[in-house]
Nanobody, 124 residues
Framework: QVQLVESGGGLVQAGGSLRLSCAASGRTFGTYTEGWFRQAPGKEREFVAA????????YYTDSVKGRFTISRDDAKNTVHLQMNSLKPEDTAVYSC?????????????????WGQGTQVTVSS
């Protein structure tokens, strides 16, 4: 069993930055893929980024490439999402998820564990 807790959300002006964190307790991330998803009001949940814990390979949706960076902290069993050059369209509830090592990164239904989500609001 894995418990995930997100932090770092908030209100920021367009062009600003936020850093989200996802801390895991219980079983470690060692054999998992860790992903970030977001859901805006009235929209479906969408993939944002993912990282393979064992290899460090990262994946991003096109709309955040060059602006967002996903990274891991092995010692703290934590995954971070550094978000720069934020836009109003990035406003959403951001959730982290953990899935098997071989999960297809953008397929949310393949992830086993989910955090409660953290609100990110970008004002124009």
């Amino acid at each position: 069993q894995v418990q995930l807790v997100e932090s770092g959300g908030g209100l920021v002006q367009a062009g600003g930055s936020l850093r989200l964190s996802c801390a895991a307790s219980g079983r470690t991330f060692g054999t998992y893929t860790e992903g970030w998803f977001r859901q805006a009001p009235g929209k479906e949940r969408e993939f944002v980024a993912a990282i393979r814990w064992t290899t460090g390979t990262t994946y991003y949706t096109d709309s955040v490439k060059g602006r967002f960076t996903i990274s891991r902290d092995d010692a703290k069993n934590t995954v971070h999402l550094q978000m720069n050059s934020l836009k109003p369209e990035d406003t959403a509830v951001y959730s982290c998820a953990a899935g098997p090592r071989g999960v297809v990164p953008h397929r949310d239904k393949e992830y086993f564990y989910w955090g409660q989500g953290t609100q990110v609001t970008v004002s124009s």
